[in-house]
């Protein structure tokens, strides 16, 4: 490790955080389990994904020690900074994703959750075929048909997993989401449960390079929704890790 990460971990500051994360990384475990219970599924059933962006590196490896086993980063250039550093573990990219930076993440994660066009696919099935790898990724839905998300539509949705499942070097795992804001949990519901639907749909279908195992939503505010509509992901970060401090060196 850097000094500036050694450095970091004497601080008062850090200390604090790291007992936080201590006590949110057992509630949210407790949380995730009761929640699967409630499902009808076995809390291993359940992944969860600690989201890192603006986390630092000494924080995201006390989260490693305490067992977390994934983590997901938002941006490449955060990830290729924070990457060395990280204790093993199973590293994912959850963020948008310019197809000039595709090539970053090739036998980097495990999983590309965010493909949210035909291009990026394209894209990534052409730099993995190259290296001779193959690439799991999830295709993002925008469940709220929302203009500021990325995401296939709902309606546009089987088409392109029939065409990605056509391209080598790529093996689609299954789906990802985040919903629009809701004022209540009825529409909240909705949003998961139709994501399940789909999940559910395309899974029946059983074409090749099409492997529906992952259903990546739920997040801090929702996970227990989620769950409960039949996430097998959830993606948590401000809960786990505390509130995002913007601007400071991860
Ligand atoms: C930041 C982020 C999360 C976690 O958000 P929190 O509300 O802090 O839990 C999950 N998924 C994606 C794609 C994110 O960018």
Do not use: W
Request: glycine share 6%; net charge negative; charged share 25%.
């Amino acid at each position: 490790m850097t000094e500036k990460f050694c450095n970091d971990q004497l601080t008062d500051a850090f200390i604090e955080r790291r007992a936080a994360l201590e006590e949110n990384y057992a509630v949210i475990c407790e949380r995730i389990a009761a929640a699967a219970i409630r499902s009808g599924r076995k809390p291993e059933e359940i992944t969860l994904l600690g989201a890192t962006k603006t986390v630092p590196v000494p924080l995201i490896n006390h989260a490693i020690e305490l067992g977390l086993e994934h983590i997901g980063e938002n941006r490449v250039q955060e990830l290729m900074d924070k990457y060395d550093a990280i204790l093993p573990c199973d590293k994912q990219f959850i963020g948008v994703l310019q197809t000039n930076k595709v090539k970053y993440l090739i036998e980097r994660v495990s999983l590309i959750q965010s493909v949210s066009s035909l291009r990026l696919a394209k894209e990534i099935s052409r730099l993995s075929t190259l290296q001779n790898t193959t690439t799991s990724v999830l295709l993002e839905v925008n469940i709220g048909k929302e203009e500021s998300k990325s995401g296939f539509l709902p309606e546009e949705l089987e088409e392109n997993v029939a065409a990605i499942a056509e391209l080598p070097g790529l093996q689609v795992n299954g789906l990802m989401t985040i919903p629009p804001i809701c004022e209540n949990s009825y529409d909240l519901r909705q949003y998961f449960s139709l994501m399940h639907k789909y999940f559910i749909d395309i899974g029946r279908k059983k074409s090749d390079n099409v492997n529906m195992n992952i259903l990546s939503m739920g997040m801090s505010a929702d996970y227990e929704t989620a769950i409960e509509c039949g996430a097998t992901m959830v993606r948590i970060g401000s809960l786990l890790f505390g509130p995002r401090i913007l601007h400071q060196n991860y």
